[in-house]
Structure formats: structure tokens, C-alpha cells
């Protein structure tokens, strides 16, 4: 079992920075793929970035691919999302999951365990 606390989030103006921070609980963090969704009223969850579980390999959405960057300090069990150049679109409710064994899918059905999301608003 893992149970994810997000903090980080808030409102900010276009071009703007925010950190998202995503912590763990339990012993095997390491051993868990680690994924970063959002959805915006009214649309699907979509995905934004991950990581594999067993290497620092990386994807991302095309839609912040170059912008936003993730990460994970297994010392500290947290898997942080680093937004940079923030637009309107990408104003939404942002999720962190977690998917044991993972090889960091697109999609969201392969995640196992969720944050409990947080607010991310970008103003024009």
C-alpha cells in the first residue's frame, strides 16, 4: 500500500514557476512508477509526465514536453513536478499516482494508487 500526499499548486500568471511535490508513504517507493496527470472541468484526465520505476528514464506529454520536468528523491520518498513557462492551458486539477513494478504508462488505468490532487491556475 502507498498512500500520496500532494502539496505545492496555487495561481499563478502566465510564465510563471510552480513546484508540485508528491510524498510517499511505505518502504518500496523505489520500486513504484511514478506519474503526473491533470484535468481540467469538463475534460478527461490526461497525462502529463512520468517516470519507470527502475531507471530515470522519462515521458512526457507533448504539451509540456521542454517545460515542465519530473523528478523523484527516493531518500525523501517525493516526486516532484517542476512546471516552468506556464500557459492558461495548462490550468487544471494535477494528480500524482503511483503504479508498483511500472514502467511509467500514459495511461492513467495502470496506476494503482492517487494523490489527492491539487489546483494549478495559470492567469492570462
Known amino acids: 500500500q502507498v498512500q500520496l500526499v500532494q502539496s505545492g499548486g496555487g495561481l499563478v500568471q502566465v510564465g510563471g514557476s510552480l513546484r508540485l511535490s508528491c510524498a510517499a508513504s511505505g518502504r518500496t517507493f523505489s520500486s513504484y512508477a511514478l506519474g503526473w496527470f491533470r484535468q481540467a472541468p469538463g475534460l478527461a484526465r490526461e497525462f502529463v509526465a512520468s517516470?519507470?520505476?527502475?531507471?530515470?528514464?522519462?515521458v512526457y506529454a507533448a504539451s509540456v514536453k521542454g517545460r515542465f520536468t519530473i523528478s523523484r528523491d527516493n531518500a525523501k520518498n517525493t516526486v516532484y513536478l517542476q512546471m516552468n513557462s506556464l500557459k492558461p492551458e495548462d490550468t487544471a486539477v494535477y494528480y500524482c499516482?503511483?503504479?508498483?513494478?511500472?514502467?511509467?504508462?500514459?495511461?492513467?488505468?495502470?496506476?494503482?494508487?492517487w494523490g489527492q490532487g491539487t489546483q494549478v491556475t495559470v492567469s492570462s
Open positions: 517516470l519507470r520505476w527502475n531507471s530515470d528514464t522519462t
Open positions: 499516482a503511483a503504479d508498483y513494478l511500472g514502467q511509467g504508462s500514459t495511461y492513467h488505468q495502470e496506476y494503482d494508487y
